[in-house]
T-cell receptor, first 113, second 113 residues
Framework: DAKTTQPNSMESNEEEPVHLPCNHS???????IHWYRQLPSQGPEYVIH???SNVNNRMASLAIAEDRKSSTLILHRATLRDAAVYYC??????????????FGTGTRLTIIP | NAGVTQTPKFQVLKTGQSMTLQCAQD?????MYWYRQDPGMGLRLIYY???????DKGEVPNGYNVSRLNKREFSLRLESAAPSQTSVYFC????????????FGSGTRLTVV
């Protein structure tokens, strides 16, 4: 399974942009890059996902490197409610045979008021 | 976490007792999953079901059984609970089929003493 590497923790000031990096050097051509976040005592929440092109939604933007070996989740204006653990995972879009993906330990984002 | 309902939210078991964790979705999706999350760790896949009537093992299936009797419900059973199964259990559905993302339930916090 393709692996992802994320920093254990990051801090950011409230109302400033946040860039959360993820390395996935062994990504395959059919792997989608997914981002989820988990607030304390809650289940993971979908944030965004993409394949090759940069993606935007109401929650965040996903910037994918041209060689796809890394990506960055961008929160444009962090609020205290964005404090969470952020997971970057890869999911094969070919078939259901690659369900054994692991979330890893993610990046714990702290927002400073 | 609207659309994925887990019961119970909390449970304490004695070693050797059995119990079933219930998960139900109201979104008519084919794929459903059971994950466990131990303190300070990411999520690990226990079992998944790509469609009604089918189930497959994930990363950590030992000590668990699952049942997908209909499209809506996917249950996880612990036949003889062990302290090592103390964890938070999350049920999830996959939307958008092969290229989609996951919606998680709010979790069941299980303690085995």
């Amino acid at each position: 399974d393709a692996k992802t590497t994320q920093p254990n923790s990051m801090e950011s000031n409230e109302e400033e942009p946040v860039h959360l990096p993820c390395n996935h050097s062994t990504i395959s051509g059919t792997d989608y890059i997914h981002w989820y976040r988990q607030l304390p005592s809650q289940g993971p929440e979908y944030v965004i996902h993409g394949l090759t092109s940069n993606v935007n939604n109401r929650m965040a933007s996903l910037a994918i490197a041209e060689d796809r070996k890394s990506s960055t989740l961008i929160l444009h204006r962090a609020t205290l409610r964005d404090a969470a653990v952020y997971y970057c995972i890869l999911r094969d879009g070919r078939d259901f045979g690659n369900e054994k993906l692991t979330f890893g330990t993610g990046t714990r984002l702290t927002i400073i008021p | 976490n609207a659309g994925v309902t887990q019961t119970p939210k909390f449970q304490v078991l004695k070693t050797g007792q059995s119990m079933t964790l219930q998960c139900a979705q109201d979104m008519n999706h084919n794929s459903m999953y059971w994950y466990r999350q131990d303190p300070g760790m990411g999520l690990r896949l226990i079992y998944y079901s790509a469609s009604e009537g089918t189930t497959d093992k994930g990363e950590v299936p030992n000590g668990y059984n699952v049942s997908r009797l209909n499209k809506r419900e996917f249950s996880l059973r612990l036949e003889s609970a062990a302290p090592s199964q103390t964890s938070v259990y999350f049920c999830a559905i996959l939307w958008g089929e092969l290229r989609g993302g996951y919606t998680f339930g709010s979790g069941t916090r299980l303690t085995v003493v």
